[in-house]
């Protein structure tokens, strides 16, 4: 199976980035971790992107707070499908990142998830790689019929309580 690139701007974006590599883990889906700042070291970032699908990657997990241009710098570089995770910072709430990850200029796709939304990310690089992964599609599906039987458990609860 091709691997998931999980790359955060800066370790201060681990705690949001880890609730990603957990959920790949649990999907067994293989994934390699990396910190690679756009401005901080911007050649590794892009050397990173465009040897990434030689490298044997399907789709790049991008986590960035403040001036968040690391998902679109590395999409900027492969056309591998590139997820954006803009991350929360003390200011201003998480809306500089969301703005800088989601506004991308027409042609460079970046598939932005909500602030700090990292298992949605993780899911959604899953989901990819199910379009050709039957056992990770199966895996996909069990997980939405636990989730609904949760929510209709709670409904019924919910019911009998209020009645
Ligand atoms: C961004 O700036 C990083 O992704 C991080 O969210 C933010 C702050 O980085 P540090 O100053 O904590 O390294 O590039």
New binding site residues.
């Given amino acids: 199976m091709n691997k998931v690139g999980v790359v955060?701007?800066?370790?201060?974006?681990l705690p949001v980035v880890e609730k990603a590599i957990n959920v790949l883990k649990e999907y067994g889906v293989p994934c390699e971790v990396r910190v690679l700042?756009?401005?901080?070291c911007p050649n590794e970032a892009r050397e990173f992107a465009a040897s990434a699908r030689e490298s044997g990657f399907s789709v790049l997990i991008a986590?960035?707070?403040?001036?968040?241009?690391?998902a679109g710098a590395l999409a900027a570089n492969t056309t591998l499908p590139v997820i954006g995770i803009p991350?929360k910072?003390a200011n201003l709430d998480g809306m500089d990142?969301l703005l800088a990850t989601v506004q991308m200029p027409s042609g460079i796709p970046v598939a932005t998830v909500a602030v700090d939304g990292a298992k949605n990310a993780a899911l959604l690089a899953i989901e990819m790689m199910a379009i050709t992964d039957k056992d990770l599609a199966d895996k996909l599906a069990a997980q939405r019929a636990k989730d609904t039987a949760a929510v209709l458990k709670a409904d019924a609860e919910l019911m009998a309580k209020y009645q």
């Avoid at 700042?37 to 901080?40: D, E, G, I, P, Q």
């Avoid at 986590?63 to 690391?70: E, F, I, K, R, S």
């Fill in positions: 955060m701007g800066s370790t201060s974006d700042s756009a401005h901080r986590a960035a707070g403040m001036a968040a241009h690391l991350c910072s990142a």
